[in-house]
């Protein structure tokens, strides 16, 4: 049995679309048309699709195979074999207020919990900064399953369990750290800690997390090895960065370091514990030597903050923040990684 590990957004625990069973048809699709915003069960989850026949597909409960998924769910294991698939023009809104319009597959599973993932596999939902999804239109009612390797890339920002940040009394690791204590930040001095969180991914699979050795970046620098997760951004300081961004100084994330000597990703199967660090804005902390940004305000953060805590940060979660920094589009990342290799220079120049 082939098994793919995937993510896909969660929308919720939603009314059953498949009514009838016996036949590839979901009866009841038009159901689930409408909006659903970050401040519902939008989030990101990790599932493995478990393909028994290796035809590629994860087939819906009705064709008789033997394929299924597990996953997790506030704290809860589940296998199931999808009870229905379905084709949905979809509007994908973006916190900046980009409106990005596209076909999507909705995996739906007998106790109602419902995913979105690609449809064709064009990577149309990596890397967004997720306000809400709508579901427009119903194209397809008839679809028997989905492919099992599709999978959507846009993960939370946080440090791995023993990152040591610089705060007013002195280094400390990032899990000794509470609401309340004063960080030091690039821009703006020692800020207070607005909130702290962690997340234990068991098997992490495509997020498992990214080290950068000491010395990758420039001469001792990170100071020791860096380890945080693979969206996690770092800060690059450059000539080069001048002349591609007009800025000496941007945002990278750590998965786009991956070319570079000494930065590699750690073994997807050994668990991990992410922390998060809030402040009352986008914020640049010191870890290992190296700035690295804090949490965004943005629905990653909604996600990984609880609905009680949250409440008491709504003033946090109001308009997006300004980014510390400029966070150039993937392909540019990728190439301002190819011209410092290229030209053999520091991506972090003292």
Same mark, same amino acid.
């Given at each position: 049995?082939?098994?793919?590990?995937?993510?896909?957004?969660?929308?919720?625990?939603?009314?059953?679309?498949?009514?009838?069973?016996?036949?590839?048809?979901?009866?009841?699709?038009?159901?689930?048309?409408?909006?659903?915003?970050?401040?519902?069960?939008?989030?990101?989850?990790?599932?493995?699709?478990?393909?028994?026949?290796?035809?590629?597909?994860?087939?819906?409960?009705?064709?008789?195979?033997?394929?299924?998924?597990?996953?997790?769910?506030?704290?809860?294991?589940?296998?199931?074999?999808?009870?229905?698939?379905?084709?949905?023009? $979809? &509007?994908?809104? #973006?916190?900046? *207020?980009?409106?990005?319009?596209?076909?999507? /597959?909705?995996?739906?599973?007998?106790? !109602?919990?419902?995913?979105?993932?690609?449809?064709?596999?064009?990577?149309?939902?990596?890397?967004?900064?997720?306000?809400?999804?709508?579901?427009?239109?119903?194209?397809?009612?008839?679809?028997?399953?989905?492919?099992?390797?599709?999978?959507?890339?846009?993960?939370?920002?946080?440090?791995?369990?023993?990152?040591?940040?610089?705060?007013?009394?002195?280094?400390?690791?990032?899990?000794?750290?509470?609401?309340?204590?004063?960080?030091?930040?690039?821009?703006?001095?020692?800020?207070?800690?607005?909130?702290?969180? $962690? &997340?234990?991914? #068991?098997?992490? *699979?495509?997020?498992?997390?990214?080290?950068? /050795?000491?010395?990758?970046?420039?001469? !001792?620098?990170?100071?020791?090895?860096?380890?945080?997760?693979?969206?996690?951004?770092?800060?690059?300081?450059?000539?080069?960065?001048?002349?591609?961004?007009?800025?000496?100084?941007?945002?990278?994330?750590?998965?786009?370091?991956?070319?570079?000597?000494?930065?590699?990703?750690?073994?997807?199967?050994?668990?991990?514990?992410?922390?998060?660090?809030?402040?009352?804005?986008?914020?640049?902390?010191?870890?290992?030597?190296?700035?690295?940004?804090?949490?965004?305000?943005?629905?990653?953060?909604?996600?990984?903050?609880?609905?009680?805590?949250?409440?008491?940060?709504?003033?946090?979660?109001?308009?997006?923040?300004?980014?510390?920094?400029?966070?150039?589009?993937?392909?540019?990342?990728?190439?301002?990684?190819?011209?410092?290799?290229?030209?053999?220079?520091?991506?972090?120049?003292?």
């Amino acid at each position: 049995m082939n098994v793919n590990t995937v993510n896909m957004i969660y929308l919720g625990r939603l009314p059953l679309v498949d009514t009838v069973e016996g036949n590839t048809r979901s009866e009841d699709a038009s159901k689930l048309l409408g909006t659903y915003q970050d401040s519902s069960d939008l989030r990101l989850t990790e599932l493995k699709n478990h393909d028994a026949n290796h035809d590629g597909v994860i087939s819906d409960d009705e064709m008789g195979h033997s394929d299924y998924v597990t996953y997790r769910l506030d704290g809860t294991d589940y296998a199931a074999r999808p009870d229905s698939s379905v084709m949905y023009e $979809a &509007s994908v809104t #973006e916190e900046d *207020g980009t409106v990005t319009k596209l076909s999507v /597959a909705v995996i739906q599973f007998p106790n !109602g919990d419902t995913f979105v993932t690609d449809l064709h596999g064009a990577n149309d939902l990596d890397d967004k900064k997720i306000d809400s999804i709508e579901l427009t239109k119903v194209v397809n009612a008839n679809y028997s399953g989905y492919y099992d390797h599709h999978s959507v890339e846009n993960t939370v920002v946080c440090f791995a369990s023993g990152t040591p940040i610089r705060t007013a009394k002195g280094i400390c690791r990032v899990e000794e750290l509470f609401p309340g204590d004063m960080i030091q930040t690039a821009d703006h001095g020692l800020r207070a800690l607005l909130w702290v969180g $962690a &997340s234990t991914l #068991e098997s992490p *699979g495509r997020h498992a997390p990214i080290r950068i /050795a000491r010395g990758a970046l420039g001469p !001792g620098l990170p100071d020791r090895d860096l380890v945080v997760s693979p969206q996690h951004r770092v800060l690059v300081r450059s000539r080069i960065a001048q002349r591609m961004f007009d800025t000496e100084e941007v945002l990278i994330a750590a998965k786009r370091l991956l070319p570079l000597d000494g930065v590699t990703q750690e073994d997807p199967n050994v668990p991990v514990t992410y922390h998060h660090l809030l402040f009352d804005g986008h914020e640049l902390v010191e870890a290992c030597g190296l700035w690295a940004e804090s949490l965004y305000n943005g629905p990653a953060a909604r996600r990984v903050v609880p609905a009680a805590q949250r409440a008491e940060l709504a003033a946090v979660f109001g308009p997006a923040w300004p980014h510390v920094r400029t966070i150039p589009a993937n392909a540019r990342q990728r190439r301002l990684v190819e011209r410092h290799t290229q030209n053999d220079k520091p991506l972090v120049a003292v």
